[in-house]
């Protein structure tokens, strides 16, 4: 596995925050992000999907997310179980460059995500991507 990098926009957040955005967006999994129970459940868009342990997790991300990408835009929060992130994510496959826009809340054990709920808008290619720019104009990014 590759070093964290400090993202200006992680500064002070937990190592278990830095470790996840860096999995999000490398596809390398860092030692100790998911406790070996973890239970992950996946909302996207008319759909839901749930995962147990680490491998499941895994496939569960891989399923919709194969390739590296970048985390674009985040915030997070702690809450008193773990954190919040909400965060804006691209990247490119073999047919088209992909935008979607994401929240999840973590449940921290001992430094280790054991409860994850993931909240995704659904991915949209680069058409839906131009589609939206030409007809909303956001208040901020």
Not at 12 to 23: D, F, Q, R
Not at 40 to 52: E, I, N, R, S, V
Not at 107 to 126: F, K, M
Request: proline share 6%; aromatic share 10%; net charge negative.
């Amino acid at each position: 596995m590759t070093a964290i990098a400090e993202r200006a926009d992680l500064v002070g957040a937990p190592a278990v925050v830095h470790k996840l955005v860096h999995w999000l967006e490398t596809t390398e999994l860092p030692d100790g992000l998911f406790t070996d129970d973890v239970a992950t459940d996946f909302t996207p868009p008319q759909w839901w999907l749930q995962a147990a342990g680490i491998e499941g997790t895994v496939a569960l991300r891989r399923l919709g997310h194969p390739s590296p990408g970048r985390v674009v835009r985040l915030r997070y929060d702690l809450i008193p179980t773990g954190f919040v992130l909400e965060f804006d994510e691209e990247w490119d496959d073999a047919v088209d460059h992909w935008y979607c826009r994401e929240m999840l809340r973590a449940d921290v054990r001992d430094g280790s995500i054991s409860a994850l709920s993931v909240y995704c808008t659904g991915d949209w290619d680069s058409a839906q991507v131009a589609r939206h720019r030409a007809h909303v104009t956001l208040l901020r990014p």
